[in-house]
């Protein structure tokens, strides 16, 4: 059974919900798409699963690994537009679990990874719920190997920070300067909308203007794109190849290396290539 997020999902009456009858939720990171992506673990408990909470990033793939009689429970946000508030979430995960039942909260990614997965744990334990945390391959890991971009590389890049591109006000939140570092990688979460401020801001602060920029779009599924170019370049030309969300942005000389490197041929990965310029 699916509820979908216009039937404003209600939160369960639990009745006395007695120690003795108290279920367990399981907060699991879904990874970047792939299905065989997930850990052993978040299937096999995904597969137990009385009720899945599960986010708009979660593909339809993941989903199916739940078992037959689960009820599938739409929560998920998109810019703009929260038809569940996370209070209603935080309270759905602690009826059905005072119901007895295994519930799984279904995160993209990992759950601690611009997931808001500790604020739900530091809710379900001031409830006396209790839980487990299965972590997922986070976009990053994930669709920067699928890109064939190491994060990391001795010649090119010895760290790496990760941000997230979320707008408020309509402006990025963004602290730039420690973002424009030599022989470092920035991965940009959600940074789709704001690609262009994102990038203007990088170079203000003295981020080289041929700066190596990439774009991967549904990273690890069979419809990935990889967009590359600069970051003078790659905001036009997300735009020209009409980009969709989910994305991620990698910045640094890394990049370079996906010529060499890229080994997965998505359904749509060679056509969102371009070469640097």
Not at 86 to 91: G, M
Not at 154 to 179: E, K, M
Not at 200 to 214: K, Y
């Amino acid at each position: 059974m699916t509820v979908k997020p216009e039937d404003s999902p209600h939160v369960p009456a639990t009745g006395s919900g007695s120690e003795a009858s108290m279920g367990e939720v399981y907060l699991i990171g879904a990874g970047p798409g792939a299905p065989d992506l997930l850990t052993l673990r978040a299937a096999r408990l995904l597969e137990t699963a009385d009720v899945v909470l599960h986010d708009r990033l979660v593909t339809q793939d993941v989903l199916a690994l739940a078992g037959p009689g689960a009820e599938r429970v739409f929560v998920g946000k998109s810019r703009n537009r929260h038809p569940v508030p996370q209070e209603r979430i935080n309270a759905l995960l602690i009826a059905h679990a005072r119901l007895g039942r295994r519930v799984v909260r279904l995160k993209g990614g990992d759950p601690f990874m611009f997931g808001r997965g500790g604020e739900e744990i530091e809710t379900l334990m001031e409830a006396g719920v209790p839980f487990q945390v299965v972590p997922g391959i986070t976009a990053a890991t994930g669709c920067s190997a699928y890109a064939g971009i190491p994060l990391t590389h001795r010649d090119h890049a010895s760290s790496c920070v990760f941000v997230a591109g979320h707008r408020r006000n309509g402006r990025l939140q963004l602290d730039y300067l420690p973002l424009v570092r030599p022989k470092q990688t920035v991965v940009v979460y959600m940074g789709l909308l704001g690609l262009e401020e994102l990038c203007q801001g990088l170079h203000r602060q003295g981020m080289a203007a041929d700066m190596p920029a990439a774009l991967v779009e549904q990273g690890t599924t069979d419809q990935q794109r990889v967009l590359v170019g600069t970051i003078t370049t790659l905001p036009a030309i997300a735009e020209r190849e009409r980009a969709r969300a989910p994305t991620l942005v990698i910045i640094g000389t890394v990049v370079r290396l996906r010529e060499r490197l890229h080994w997965f041929q998505g359904g749509g990965s060679g056509e969102g290539f371009h070469a640097l310029k």
